[in-house]
């Protein structure tokens, strides 16, 4: 078994180092064969030639994706979950996370081990369980956030979920297949922050087996601003939530027409997508 990190990057060179060396640190205390997976997202300083740099310092596996100019969050999670496809096997995992050092790289341990004893389909890291905690996310933030989790709890419930819109996440290989096949190329259409909520909504209709795990947020750690476009996330998780309430399904990639005839299935290798 092996566990891929997905690690969607916009301009975080001041944040490879100490996050890469938690990630040393992880491998040495785990059993886990880790091997991360940087999508450098059109970034204008040396976010790629750092990540190259101290993985081969540190001794860490490292699978480098550039965009030639910045595509935005969902794109880059897209980019990483076709990489992670096409390189895993069945059995691994794939771990998404910010690369901004404020979430702990060692919570996937716990993760991990909740998702092997409960045979879940995902696992995520909740900042509104028992034991989570946030520090240093600005007040209107937190309320944004908080928001959002109560909105979607009831227009939307999922089943263990409370913590909708946190990018830290841990999937099994054999669900990711699934939703790619599900979906195809309509499984990723938000651009912005709104694609994990989006992830979820869209998962919704296999029925996966969630769990959240408790996380302590270090948004005090993180060296450079958020790249967040505050407004325009929110009108896309408000556009999201209105239309999951007029039942509006997500389009899938089952019962295409394909080459004029009628098909049930028609499962789509995401790393051959341009």
């Known amino acids: ?13 001041e944040s490879i180092r100490p996050l890469f060396k938690r990630f040393q640190t992880l491998q040495q205390i785990s059993n886990m064969e880790i091997e991360l997976i940087l999508v ?21 596996l490292l699978k480098l994706v550039q965009h030639p100019k910045n595509a935005g969050l969902g794109e880059a999670i897209k980019t990483g979950f076709a990489t992670f496809l096409e390189i895993s096997k069945e059995g691994d995992f794939l771990a998404a996370m910010d690369c901004d050092n404020t979430q702990p790289p060692e919570l996937l341990i716990k993760m991990y081990d909740t ?56 999937y099994n290989r054999t669900f990711a297949s699934k939703l790619d096949m599900y979906y195809g190329d309509s499984l990723f259409t938000e651009s912005g922050f709104a694609c994990m909520i989006d992830l979820l909504l869209k998962a919704k209709v296999l029925k996966p087996k ?27 998780i408000l556009k999201l939530l209105f239309k999951n309430l007029l039942g509006a399904a997500p389009t899938s990639n089952l019962g295409q027409t394909f080459n004029g005839e009628e098909t049930s299935r028609i499962p789509l290798k995401m790393g051959n997508r341009k």
């Open 1 to 13: 078994m092996s566990l891929f990190v997905l690690l969607p990057a916009y301009n975080e060179q």
């Open 40 to 60: 450098d997202d059109g970034s204008s300083d040396k976010t790629a030639q750092t990540a190259l740099d101290e993985s081969q310092s540190l001794g860490i």
């Open 115 to 170: 998702m092997i004893a409960g045979s879940y389909d995902i696992a995520i890291a909740s900042r509104y369980r028992k034991g989570s905690k946030v520090i240093g996310l600005s007040k209107f933030r937190e309320l944004m956030s908080y928001g959002a989790s109560w909105l979607f709890r009831i227009a939307a419930p999922l089943p263990g979920v409370r913590d909708y819109t946190c990018g830290y996440r841990l």
């Open 210 to 236: 969630i769990v959240e795990i408790p996380m302590v947020l270090r948004y005090d750690q993180k060296p450079t601003a958020s790249k967040m476009k505050v407004i325009k996330t929110i009108t896309r």
